[in-house]
């Protein structure tokens, strides 16, 4: 239990509503680029990846970055990023991640060996909009009979692309030891504290150094790519524009493949950039268009027939999944009536006479589709209506939430539109955007796809560059107040030590859509009400309200609750300063004692 109260400082003569706070420089720029490389590591819904680059080169050349190629087996598939999925065998230890992954389950499934081992993937969406997030929440392997530990999955997918790392380092001859890299995690700006905060912690249990790990908001990492491109590497652009001119608004779309991830940034005069909206998004990105993809084919043959599919001729169902990939980024609806694909279509007939007794093409002929979608040797003609229409409420989503940004009539000098992102290669999307948003030119930067990815590398070398942003929840703290019969509620009435007082008061750090500089602080002085108190425990909340009043509000949710012990106790009221750092990727807290004068470690631990 405790009290508190605010402590004002004013260095930088910053105020909010009311409020007052200063910047806080933990170190200088010297001692933030102590490190010889920066290494990101892009983990996503779909496809995972790393890039990495010389603090050298970077002062000599920002983009020049490398990545490794992914192989995809005997097909010699190539890519820049690897499937996210995960394979274990029976001891719950690692076996293999991404493409040979995904190649070695194909193998014991065909083989019927595959009921001892847990395979994972596309398993990062588990962490959008989960309110419930733990240090032992579970996941569901793909059969959906076996579970582990989500903290366990994630630690070990990211220790493989470390180690990934390691590896093509040392046969470069680049020894660089673990402590001088600096290591960047990318997360969806629109996740909450807590998923940011698990993958945290899930990155420092695959062995990455705390202090050498820092993460980077998606859309902010991509708009920082794009800072380093020449007008011809941003298509869509008039000749001559720049990026990098002062006071330049544009509006950043990231297009991953779970999520849809959107922001407004501002060049500033000191080259930096400024947020001028908070993230919106939500989980309309490219696999919600492949789970409409599977479910045109269940309508088609039956589910039954699909799952069938998927375990009798695993690698045929992976062709399938990689083919519409493909397609759906890349097809061209203008001029064409029907888009074509190509079909496993010996795995489907089988398939289809062991379930139905019938072939795919009677199936077919019985359905809804029969008009729309066509056979034709190897492939599928799906009528380009019918193919839209599976897009349509994914990028109706998008649209929708960009209109909602440009409501803010502060945005309407807001001209370019910056999609990046692997779902931004969709040529349906830009259709769309075009269309919704005729006075606004749409820029694609080369590698779009990697964009967020190289981003982060950038970002990971001069993690200032974000100079101020926008914040998404209002942060508070659980408080109490002396009592007062008209201006609280009763439901939260306490006597403490005798004294009247009003209990689960939502004590504002700062409001939703305040913008905050980078490491602004807050500082905040909380007192034991009690004798003889041993430990205080701090509660700390956030609510999507501006103004909340308490914190058991619907609103409200508890973040964490970091306890600070004391090593003795005493008679009389002891105080505690706690330092708020915000405007960061993450929000940090400090605490001292001020009796003794003790740093007290205080952190926002996951229950």
Known sequence: MYNCDYVLINKTNCEVKNRKFYIFEEASMEDLRKHLMVAAVDFGTTYSGYSFSMRADWEDNPLKISNPIWRAGSRQFVSEKTPTCLLLNSNREFVAFGFEAENKWIDLLLDNEHKEYYYFERFKMNLHNNKNITSGMMLDDITGTKRLPAFHVFKLSIQYLVNHLLDVLKKRGNLVKHDEVQYVLTVPAIWTDRAKRFMRSCAEGAGIPTNNLILALEPEAASIFCQFLSTEKLKGSDPGFTMTAEGTKFMVVDLGGGTADITVHEKAANGHLKEKHRAIGNDCGGTSIDRRFFKLFEEIIGKTTMDSLKKESPLAYIDLIREFESVKRTVETETKTKVTMTIPVVALETSCQKVHNKNLESLLADSSYSKDIKLAQDKIRIHVEVFNKMFMPSVDSVISLMKEIFQDKSLKDVTHLLMVGGFSDCQLMHDAVRQAFPEKKIIIPEEAGLAVLKGAVLFGHDPEYIQSRIMRCSYGVKTNVPWHEQKYDRKHYAVMEGEERCDNIFSLIVGKDESVEAGMLVKKSFFTPFKHQDKMEIM??????????????DTC????????????????????????????????????DR?????ISAKFDLN
């Open 595 to 599: 009796n003794s004068g003790k740093a």
């Open 540 to 553: 700390v909340y956030v609510s999507e309200e501006t103004t909340p009043g308490y914190v058991d509000d």
């Open 557 to 592: 949710s508890l973040l964490c609750k970091p306890t600070i012990t004391f090593s003795d106790t005493c008679e009389y009221r002891r105080w505690v300063d706690v330092e708020f750092v915000l405007g960061k990727t993450e929000i940090d807290l400090k605490a001292h």
